[in-house]
């Protein structure tokens, strides 16, 4: 069972096998079948390296914030929180896996919505939410493999379709969708651009710099040096007693704050050249799979698929999340109760997704407003998502991104309202309006 977790878990592994069928699928050649495999999951594998070189740079502003403005509270993680899961629903989240791709491609196959989630990490991550929300809820074993897995298919293809006419407007085509789970925070930043109605001139991609400062319109340059006086400025309010005793391993504070953030810029950086390397191969490869075996599919990838579009609207959309999550903190704080603490891991991701996509539909201002939105929708939402999910949410952290808060409280709900049976009755519902096809009405032409 180990085995099948880590393997559909791995996106480097579980798409190059997507592309490997697909390229079968055309009937390519040995030596460019070889080739398109291999890329992609090279690819792959070097946009985790970036991610995960931001991650380890980020954990530590993490602490020098808490410890700078003497805070404390939950930090929503999911790596956390699913660790916490696997060790007593390890098989049951396993199976609900395999069975939800296969109900997701299913779905794919004999419905309107042409969407195969390749984000295997994301996958397994609300496969664990859904088995204790099942348990939790009273199912017996086979009846909490089924449900979960019927309820992780359907979001596995709802979540890219309501998110598909942002990727259109932000890609110009249809060719693939974003396969991760916080598309209600990207959602609601695209919605919250269009409030702007900015030109494209308003991008944050056309930023004004004055002569002197061209040099800004290089992102990773910008990035390094918006980063570097962050890190500083953390750094000098929480003091270097704590972060060479606690953090840097007695390396000099302000030496290892300026690493850090230089090793954000790196990863940002890194992401971005795998992101091109996985999008040049990845999408005509996907054209055997969508022939032969899903008309239309539209692969749904992982989120730094977007970064790409537009990178200065990347580090806006994480800051003015980050922001969002301070202002709900102390919103939370002032009104008691739980408070969530503004994770900087989920809130660079999704803020930065967040601000790609308002910048798309409002440009700057709505970059800034979108991902702002962004961050204090991640915020509350795990706040009305830790009483669903039993024993667990009471743990010192919960699940982060704004598709986990969505599912979890809608299924929690409907368990706490009459239990397994809501909760049959709802999925039910929902894949038959799913299976009814779709027209689109003919418009009457005036005369």
Known sequence: MKVLIDILSEPAILVALIALIGLIAQRKNMPDTIKGTTK????????????????????????????????????????????????????????????GMVVNILIARFTRFKYIFLTGHHTLYLAAMLAVIMAVAGFDTVGLIAAGSVALGIVMTLSPAILQPFMRQLTGNDNVALGHFSAVGYAASGLVGKLFKDSKENSTENINFPKGLGFLRDSTVSIALTMILMYLIVALFAGPSFIESELSGGTNFLVFSLIQAGSFAAGVFIILSGVRLVLAEIVPAFKGISTKLVPNAKPALDVPIVFTYAPNAVLIGFFASFVGGIFSMFIMIFTGGIIILPGVVPHFFTGAAAGVFGNATGGFRGAITGAFVNGIIISFLPVFLMPVLGDLGFANTTFSDADFGVTGIFFGSLANYAGPIAITVSLIVIIVLMAIPFKKKKQNKIT
């Open 40 to 99: 992609t999951f090279v690819g792959f594998l070097v946009i985790s390296a970036g991610a995960g070189i931001l991650e380890t740079s980020l954990v530590p502003f993490g602490a020098m914030f808490e410890e700078a403005f003497n805070v404390s509270g939950v930090v929503p993680n999911n790596e956390a929180i699913v660790a916490l899961a696997l060790s007593e629903f390890g098989r049951n989240t396993a199976l609900i896996m395999f069975f």
